[in-house]
């Protein structure tokens, strides 16, 4: 017999509708704990929780140099993979930059040469190259990477120009959101492109390895000396300092500028709301900056930051730094990390300006100069080159550029393997638990809390032989209930379907979806994170997708994790066959289902409606409705896989099916299950 059913229509007839009998015996509320005051299930206050553990924790393991030795590699690895880089020719041979020049300016005292190259195969990368004139020897060289300025390059060319006055030659590129073309930074943010998390796709490990291929293209110019390389950025140039100079040695010397705080500080405050997606890596190994921060020690790094900054507080960043500090004492160069504080918002100073100048001499030209003696740069418009004459696609941008699309293509995602064997599905089924369980449910807690049960309601109405209502804690901060409805004795042990609640359910949806199951089975309806009692406003959900990811998590593993604690407290009841328990979902609760169903490993029946074709579709672009993203699991599976994988478990679909399924469907068929 198959075990995994297909079914175009699913006739429900809605059987049972109760009331509370008011007469029915009262319940003792002091042994039923009916009180729910201990466990908030607030999700700011848990999100703000786990903000807080990671930013308190980060390097808390590091006591000496030894350890972070030890440590590092992995740390880096993991950074590396955060960004979406894994599968970057870093280490080996790298594309051909077919360095397009498209025009010269000559300015007083330096060169502007305009130009672009191409990071991967049909990425360019527009940029213009400042040079000093009469350069006698190689020198020092200064990427600067710009922050979300419509004009980019001419935005921010006062900088490059200082720069290049100051003695440095200085490479300045355009972002893929802005600039001559408009590509996509925003999209959680702006366009419901949530399964941008699904794919492990940040646009910042875009603008990373445009960044190391400009640093290629600098040290293969005969101007510049490749070991003497700096880079510099405000805003989200100031956050890509940090990434570039983490992930790339030949940074001598970062000052990033209002790019960073602490993770604990974007949520509690919700400053994270207001930053774009490529200001935080994805989160998979709930690290904060102090580990960017770790991976750029001992090398110089000067942290210039405003102190009214609406999108990274001054404080936060104050802690940031004091606790990088210790990194720089256990490398025994403290004065290698410096903090530089300005007055004003979200922006440069005079005084951040010349103290990075000031910096970037002492560091990369060997000189000592005090700051003021630096001098400022020149914002007098009349001054400014125009966008027009600072183009670099003067006669159009390539037709085969990929920059609007590059998002699709970045990073590696999963195929559909050739199963043809039993050995072959296990191999496979293996190799996505190993890799859900470590890159994608990474953020389960690593202790399980102890359920603390307590029965919070009883009666004999509303089911054959009584109903219960349970609760536990599923993790610190959240209390679940489990309504089970007994249709067969409690005390003999029978199967138990857990119906899963939706969100935004209509009154009795789940009982009339449910209604129709066997006699056999006792039914427990459960609400997960995000759900009934358990949900938060729903204009609350935006920022809650989002803020999930910054740390680690989504609100779909969110929920998975709530459902494989009710599996397993399910099966510590009277009269639940611990063998035998079913999940029943609709719609975008199907996903939790299986993935659930899968890490358990031993559920019995599943029975899914409507579940979507693939986690691969974006959602509302003001990010409310069904949220089924999951860290990077489109790298290695998709929800369509899953049916096979859960062999030899029963799968029965009612409504909808997507041809995706078809997948499944035929491996079952080919192996007979």
Known sequence: MKKIVFLTSFYVIF???????????????????????????????????????????????????????????????????????????LESKRPNLNIKHTGTIQEEGFRIEKLYYESLPGLYVPANLYIPDHMEEPGPAILYVCGHSLTQKVRYQPYPRKFAELGFVCLIIETIQRGEVRGEHHGCYARGWFHWYSRGYNPGGVELWNAIRGLDLLSERSEVDPERLGVTGLSGGGSQSWYIAAADPRIKAAAPVCGASTLKAQISLRTVDGHCDCMMPINTYQLDFHNLGALIAPRPLLIAQADRDGMNSIESVRELHDD?????????????????????????????????????????????????????????????????????????????????????????????????????????????????????????????????????????????????????????????????????????????????????????????????????????YLEVRGVGENGWDPALQWHVRRASAWTGRTIASMQVYDLLRSLEFCRTLDGVDPGKIGIAARDEMTVVAMYAALLDGNCHTLILKDPPASQDIPSRPDGRGAAIEMLNCLQITDVYQLPALLA??????????????????????????
């Open 324 to 524: 990088i500090k210790k990194m720089y004492n256990l490398y025994g160069v403290p004065e290698d990390l410096g903090l530089v504080e300005s007055p004003g918002g979200h922006s440069y100073h005079r005084i951040s300006r010349q103290e990075i100048h000031a910096f970037f001499i002492e560091h990369l030209m060997g000189k000592e100069v005090l700051p003021e003696d630096t001098g400022d740069i020149d914002e007098i418009a009349e001054n400014q080159l125009t966008e027009d004459e600072l183009r670099v696609y003067a006669d159009g941008i390539p037709s085969d550029d990929r920059t609007t699309t590059i998002q699709d293509s970045f990073v590696k995602l999963h195929g559909d393997p050739d199963i043809s064997s039993e050995q072959d599905l296990a191999s496979f089924r293996d190799s996505v638990k190993h890799f859900l369980n470590t890159r994608t449910f990474g953020a389960f807690p690593k202790e399980k809390v102890p359920f603390d049960s307590r029965l919070e309601f009883r009666s004999l109405d509303g089911a054959r032989y009584g109903w219960n209502i349970h609760s536990f804690i599923s993790e610190k901060g959240w209390r679940l209930k489990v309504d089970i409805r007994w249709r067969n004795q409690p005390d003999n042990r029978k199967p138990l379907m857990i119906v899963l609640r939706n969100y935004d359910e209509d009154r009795w949806e789940s009982e009339s979806f449910i209604s129709s199951l066997d006699d056999e089975w006792n039914i427990a």
């Open 15 to 89: 059987l049972v509708l109760w009331s509370c009998n008011r007469d029915a015996p009262k319940t003792d509320a002091s042994k039923t704990g009916a009180s729910n005051t201990e466990e908030p299930n607030n999700i700011r206050t848990y999100l703000s929780a786990v903000a807080a553990d990671i930013t308190d924790n980060s390097l808390s393991d590091i006591t000496s140099l030894t350890d972070w030795e030890e440590q590092r590699p992995q740390r880096y690895k993991e950074f590396i993979e955060m960004m979406g880089l894994q599968d970057m020719p």
């Open 648 to 673: 030899p478990a029963n799968v029965n679909f009612q409504g909808e099916i997507p041809d995706s399924y078809q997948w499944s469907y035929k491996i079952l068929q080919k192996l007979d299950k």
